[in-house]
T-cell receptor
Framework: DTAVSQTPKYLVTQMGNDKSIKCEQN?????MYWYKQDSKKFLKIMFS???????INETVPNRFSPKSPDKAHLNLHINSLELGDSAVYFC???????????FGSGTRLTVV | GENVEQHPSTLSVQEGDSAVIKCTYS??????FPWYKQELGKRPQLIID?????GEKKDQRIAVTLNKTAKHFSLHITETQPEDSAVYFC???????????FGPGTSLSVIP
């Protein structure tokens, strides 16, 4: 019974396309996040939602738009994909902001 | 904002030896310091954490120490085993208020 699940696991797409990644957690946590892990393994926060409200929006291009329909779900939509968007995107959740995270299994996005 | 540095970036030890990874943080208001282990192709997993009201915490072969004055914290792994090989991330946050900021990671290799 997966705690934080992401779909899809792999995504290969052409430049200029629009794609979405979905995340769901069944831990009853109030806070969810999107992190981007680049090729050097650096984990950088993109967005955070607490109880469906956006609380953190780092300097991310506005081609990236998160959506939280309820506190168990946080999706990420990316418009006009660029080569530099290629990375692994991790969803995570925690009981409250800044506490121990449970990560999803990641989505490896490759833009060609 | 918070900045977390981590050393060394790579570490190779013989099986059975100890490994130490050191981190520094910049925000004196940070009060929560988790450590994550990421095996190749997998998600980061929380292995141990420490809060600022504690100087040391141990869990079997893993221990963390915190020096709030110097803004340093360290991960100690004793009796290393090949399955300890992974990338280890230190992190810091102001629990309940803010996001977790990750260090750049240490790639640990345990040689049998």
């Amino acid at each position: 019974d997966t705690a934080v699940s992401q779909t899809p696991k792999y995504l290969v797409t052409q430049m200029g396309n629009d794609k979405s990644i979905k995340c769901e957690q069944n831990l009853g946590h109030d806070t969810m996040y999107w992190y981007k892990q680049d090729s050097k393994k650096f984990l950088k926060i993109m967005f955070s939602y607490n109880n469906k409200e956006l609380i953190i929006n780092e300097t991310v291009p506005n081609r990236f738009s998160p959506k939280s329909p309820d506190k168990a779900h946080l999706n990420l939509h990316i418009n006009s994909l660029e080569l530099g968007d290629s990375a692994v995107y991790f969803c995570a959740s925690s009981q409250e902001p800044g506490n121990g995270y449970t990560f999803g299994s990641g989505t490896r996005l490759t833009v060609v | 904002g918070e900045n977390v540095e981590q050393h060394p970036s790579t570490l190779s030890v013989q099986e059975g030896d100890s490994a130490v990874i050191k981190c520094t943080y910049s925000d004196s208001a940070s009060n929560y310091f988790p450590w994550y282990k990421q095996e190749l192709g997998k998600r980061p997993q929380l292995i141990i954490d420490i809060r600022s009201n504690v100087g040391e915490k141990k869990d079997q072969r893993i221990a963390v120490t915190l020096n709030k004055t110097a803004k340093h914290f360290s991960l100690h792994i004793t009796e290393t085993q090949p399955e300890d090989s992974a990338v280890y991330f230190c992190a810091a946050s102001r629990a309940s208020y803010d996001k977790v900021i990750f260090g750049p990671g240490t790639s640990l290799s345990v040689i049998p």
